[in-house]
């Protein structure tokens, strides 16, 4: 049984052995050696589970005679995802999910999905996972925790479970007990679906690629200067001009309540809560050119398809200005049953500073008024702010302000987080304004400490953004996501302890291949010994 703690440990066989597999120099120093049997480490999850012991000498062997079960009355949710755990391993070809009758024993050779709320350790999100050549046994206490211990399953499964197309096929899962609780509830991805539009479908395949990382907010920034991209019933205009362009001048677009509504069930049926953004008192262009009367001087602007920043601004001293927000906030509470409501406030260049925290204290009324906990960028913390309130961090600014009355802070330091950074010098896509970001910048740190002001009790996690100026085709957003993302959502679930740059290559590595058969076009970074197959 080799075992892979939560504490570092010392494996006998140096990381070198797969870098030398791939051609490499063998390091001068010893990194930590990675757990490598054969060449290969002996997991590849990511993120790293809190504890996990893996026997690749046995396993449990996953074939077309093979149900997944749960309890009875173990209710919707698990339902669902006994089914979503079927269509991962056989599709049509699997037996369907079989829902124990009371008292039912476990038929043998199945894998076995139960709750048990008493198993309180494990919070909402944490798992008990045990493999032996005669079954599985999957445990969490609340539904969240049993999708992420089916991602678990996933990734101990050989790459090739990703091919749908390979149905009737065996499938060895290596014995393995692994229980699994993440560092950090909050384990986030941002969406700039403004300055560049991508339709719902390709919303809904990044949220499938952050269920395999078990990410669990998606934020969408679904306003900017740029575009407006969600139906308002009361404005009709916001997504007829405002949201009929986009960076470049290209046809822009936007999603109608339906769409909306689709992303939201799907999400929350992979168990992510959408954040939606409007940004504001800046990054307003598309709304003052749809509504004239958001303008001080009462004249519509021009589309922008540009990529400047801070120059738009709505007309904070008009009373009409917030009653146009909370028909706006009011509108997309009732589409997103998430408790959070982002308003932006980034990137202010037209107010005063009195006029700006007078702006941020009043929309914060309206925001609690409509029943949600408000979001907004750094700049936001100097206004008096309910506790409630949550400021993401992106670049220097005052969340110590915040931390100081006990807020808490979302972690997106762009030097780290902002996805669309170039990863080096040579990358034809994304911008350089906050450094160059390749894999271990966007992995080896540790939010905690980041910040002295910015403790780990302040945090509620970290979220990696994805702006799109310079974005187009759903591949551009995978070239920049992928492996980042990936490694944010290690630094977002794993114990400090449990990990390290070395380590994650390697497992990174092996996900190579399940990115591939995913479809992902992901960066082959220079960093990680890439597996070819
Ligand atoms: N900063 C702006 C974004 C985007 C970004 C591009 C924030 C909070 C630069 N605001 O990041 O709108 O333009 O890297």
Redesign the pocket.
């Known amino acids: 049984m080799v075992r892979e703690s939560a504490m570092r440990r010392v494996a006998v066989v140096s990381a070198c052995v797969v870098a030398a597999a791939c051609g490499r120099p063998t390091p001068t120093t010893t990194p930590t050696p990675a757990p490598v049997a054969a060449g290969r480490p002996i997991h590849t999850v990511v993120p790293v589970p809190s504890s996990i012991q893996v026997t690749p000498t046995d396993s449990f062997q996953i074939d077309s005679t093979v149900a997944v079960v749960v309890p009875a009355g173990g209710g919707y949710a698990v339902e669902g995802i006994a089914t979503y755990l079927t269509n991962l391993l056989g599709g049509p070809a699997a037996p369907p999910p079989r829902t124990l009758a009371a008292g039912e024993a476990m038929p043998p050779r199945s894998i076995q999905l139960a709750l048990d709320p008493s198993k309180s350790t494990l919070g909402l999100e944490g798992y008990e996972l045990t493999v032996t050549r005669d079954g599985v046994t999957l445990t969490a206490a609340q539904p969240n925790g049993l999708f992420y211990g089916v991602q678990t399953i996933r990734q101990l499964l050989p790459w090739s479970v990703e091919h749908r197309a390979a149905m009737n096929r065996r499938l060895l899962l290596p014995a393995a007990r692994v229980t699994d609780t993440p560092r950090f509830a909050w384990r986030g991805a941002m969406l700039d679906v403004s300055r560049h539009f991508i339709d719902a479908e390709a919303v809904k395949r990044y949220i499938d690629l952050m269920a395999v990382y078990k990410l669990n907010r998606l934020h969408l920034h679904l306003s ?1 200067d740029q575009g407006w991209r969600i139906e308002i019933a009361s404005r009709p205009n916001l997504t007829a001009q405002g949201g009929s362009t986009q960076v470049n001048g290209g046809p822009g677009g936007f999603y109608t309540k339906a769409q909306f509504a689709d992303i939201v069930a799907y999400a929350t049926s992979r168990f992510i809560t959408i954040v939606p953004e409007i940004d504001m008192p800046s ?1 307003t262009n598309a709304a003052l050119a749809s509504y004239a009367e958001l303008n001080c001087d009462n004249v519509a602007r021009p589309l922008y398809t540009g990529t400047k ?1 801070g120059f738009s601004v709505l007309c904070v001293e008009k009373d009409s200005v917030y009653t146009f927000i909370n028909d706006v906030v009011k509108d997309i509470a009732a589409q997103v049953p998430t408790p959070y409501f982002h308003i932006g406030g ?2 202010v260049e037209k107010l005063t500073h009195d006029q700006y925290i007078r702006f941020i204290e009043r929309v914060q009324d309206i925001v609690t008024a409509n029943g949600k906990q408000m979001i907004g ?1 750094g700049e936001i913390s100097p206004a008096k702010l309910a506790p409630n309130t949550i400021v993401q961090h ?1 670049r220097r600014d005052s969340a110590s302000i915040h931390v100081a009355r006990g807020g808490k802070v979302i972690m997106s330091p ?1 030097s780290k987080t ?1 996805l ?1 950074m170039k990863y080096d010098s040579t990358t034809t896509l994304g ?1 350089r ?2 450094g160059l970001i390749e894999v271990k910048d966007a992995y080896d740190w540790n939010p905690a400490t980041l910040l002295p002001e910015v403790p780990e009790t302040a945090l509620l996690g970290v979220e990696g ?1 994805l ?1 799109s ?1 310079t974005l187009v085709k759903l591949e551009d957003y995978e070239f920049m996501a992928f492996p980042r993302l990936a490694a944010l959502a290690e630094i977002a679930w794993s114990p400090q302890g449990a990990r390290d740059w070395e380590t994650f290559r390697m497992r990174l590595a092996f996900q190579g291949p399940r990115l591939s058969a995913l479809g992902v076009n992901f960066y082959r970074s220079a960093q990680v010994p890439w597996v070819t197959r």
Do not use: F, I, N, R
């Open positions: 900017d990054h920043v980034d990137e960028w992106w762009s902002y669309d911008l304004w906050a953004p702006w100026e």
